[in-house]
């Protein structure tokens, strides 16, 4: 069955050190990823999506086929970064977006 | 571009009666939305797809008979929970493909559902 696993709950980082978000998936079709990020009483809105292969906000993320993860880098982080991220997979035969349980990034200053 | 509208942002209700939510794409036309359900501090899990003109089809274990949905013309699609309950009561989220943004999804701002 299809499964977004995102193993942490909180992550919690100072100002200027390196992020990691991980994300693992599970799934039997050809997988198409996403990050979504939530800020404080905003709505979900779209980070990055792997076929896209771009950088936003610093943001970068690989999908790894062989490992079926999709983590979430950035090398240095700002405190505007925290908020909610949300790894979502679409399944390519129904369109259905399947998120993970979301992992919360707080970045200290 | 590709901006979801969701109505009303918050709703209070009593147990036993409907609520009807709306979703709207004000720049695009969607012939597919997609309902979901988010608990507080949980993910947000999908409820149902929404096609327009036809008959929505449901995740396992949602009940269609509470969770109403209509899709009626290419730009709104509905959810009304009929005979709420305080179990309903939940932040619930509508979401489109939009060519706008690649037929990437664009999200609705949410409604809070409370239930007394």
């Known amino acids: 069955a299809q499964r977004v696993t995102q193993p942490e709950k909180l992550l919690s980082v100072f100002k200027g050190a390196p992020v990691e978000l991980k994300c693992n998936y599970s799934?039997?079709?050809?997988?198409?990823l996403f990050w979504y990020v939530q800020y404080s009483r905003q709505r979900l809105q779209l980070l990055l999506r792997?076929?896209s292969r771009e950088s936003i906000k610093g943001f970068t993320a690989d999908l790894n086929k062989g490992e079926t993860s999709f983590h979430l880098k950035k090398p240095f982080a700002q405190e505007e970064d925290s908020a909610m991220y949300y790894c979502?997979?679409?399944?390519?035969?129904?369109?259905?977006?399947?998120f993970g349980s979301g992992t919360r990034l707080l970045v200290r200053p | 571009g590709a901006v979801v509208s969701q109505h009303p942002s918050w709703v209070i209700c009593k147990s036993g009666t409907s609520v009807k939510i709306e979703c709207r794409s004000l720049?695009?036309?969607?012939?597919?939305m997609f309902w979901y359900r988010q608990f507080p501090k949980q993910s947000l899990m999908l409820m149902a797809t929404?096609?327009?003109?036809?008959?929505?089809?449901?995740e396992q274990g949602v009940e269609k008979d509470k969770f109403l949905i209509n899709h009626a013309s290419l730009t709104l699609s509905t959810l009304t929970v009929t005979s709420a309950h305080p179990e309903d009561s939940s932040f619930y989220i509508c979401?489109?493909?939009?060519?706008?943004?690649?037929?990437?999804?664009?999200f609705g701002s949410g409604t809070r559902l409370t239930v007394v």
């Open positions: 979401s489109a493909r939009s060519p706008l943004v690649g037929y990437g999804y664009t």
């Open positions: 799934y039997s079709g050809s997988p198409e």
């Open positions: 792997h076929i």
């Open positions: 979502a997979l679409l399944m390519d035969s129904s369109y259905k977006l399947i």
């Open positions: 720049d695009f036309q969607a012939t597919t």
């Open positions: 929404s096609n327009e003109g036809s008959k929505a089809t449901y």
